[in-house]
T-cell receptor, first 114, second 115 residues
Framework: NAGVMQNPRHLVRRRGQEARLRCSPMKGHSHVYWYRQLPEEGLKFMVYLQKENIIDESGMPKERFSAEFPKEGPSILRIQQVVRGDSAAYFC????????????FGSGTRLTVV | AQSVTQLGSHVSVSEGALVLLRCNYSSSVPPYLFWYVQYPNQGLQLLLKYTSAATLVKGINGFEAEFKKSETSFHLTKPSAHMSDAAEYFCAVRGVTGTASKLTFGTGTRLQVTL
């Protein structure tokens, strides 16, 4: 039973390029959460999605960032026109329902903008 | 809105000594509380969780935490530290349903274990 799969593990982009991060939740999980971790900081919530729906995007920057979780396929976090300040580790987590359990996290994608 | 505060960004203990990592929460309703551990360049692993059942929660790797409503605390303890416990530890809180169900993390405590 595979866990939460994130790819790529490492991503290098030049300023102005687009970054696309993928997250495949655990089998049977229909809730996906994206978090960003800046160096020496905790995890900051970005967005909460269910299949084909954005439930809470209160942590998403207003520009350049978008997320989707289509009916088929992985969840995608897209960052357009990346800047140096976007360099961070991006973690995805999934859960089966809104129940009492904690989330299962992926190993993260480490984005470096050069 | 829920939040957690972790006191002490760095904690150093000797191998075999007691580990105590502090976490205080703020919530208008009884929350769900979690402790996660993160090893270098890895994701987060759930250590334990409190979901309004027993106030003393036992987790993996010998860790436990006690929910104290009167103190709004959920401190993480381990009787005897091991070198392999060196990592970053995050306390987190979440609401019960809907948009409140996201996890909100503290800023983390880096645990160092010395010989």
């Amino acid at each position: 039973n595979a866990g939460v799969m994130q790819n790529p593990r490492h991503l290098v982009r030049r300023r102005g390029q687009e970054a696309r991060l993928r997250c495949s939740p655990m089998k049977g999980h229909s809730h996906v959460y994206w978090y960003r971790q800046l160096p020496e900081e905790g995890l900051k919530f970005m967005v909460y999605l269910q299949k084909e729906n954005i439930i809470d995007e209160s942590g998403m920057p207003k520009e350049r960032f978008s997320a989707e979780f289509p009916k088929e396929g992985p969840s995608i976090l897209r960052i357009q026109q990346v800047v140096r300040g976007d360099s961070a580790a991006y973690f995805c987590a999934s859960s089966p329902t809104e129940g009492t359990g904690g989330y299962t996290f992926g190993s993260g994608t480490r984005l470096t903008v050069v | 809105a829920q939040s957690v505060t972790q006191l002490g960004s760095h904690v150093s203990v000797s191998e075999g000594a007691l580990v105590l990592l502090r976490c205080n929460y703020s919530s208008s309703v009884p929350p769900y509380l979690f402790w996660y551990v993160q090893y270098p360049n890895q994701g987060l692993q759930l250590l334990l969780k409190y979901t309004s059942a027993a106030t003393l929660v036992k987790g993996i790797n010998g860790f436990e935490a006690e929910f104290k409503k009167s103190e709004t605390s959920f401190h993480l303890t381990k009787p005897s530290a091991h070198m392999s416990d060196a990592a970053e530890y995050f306390c987190a809180v979440r609401g019960v349903t809907g948009t409140a169900s996201k996890l909100t993390f503290g800023t983390g405590t880096r645990l160092q274990v010395t010989l």
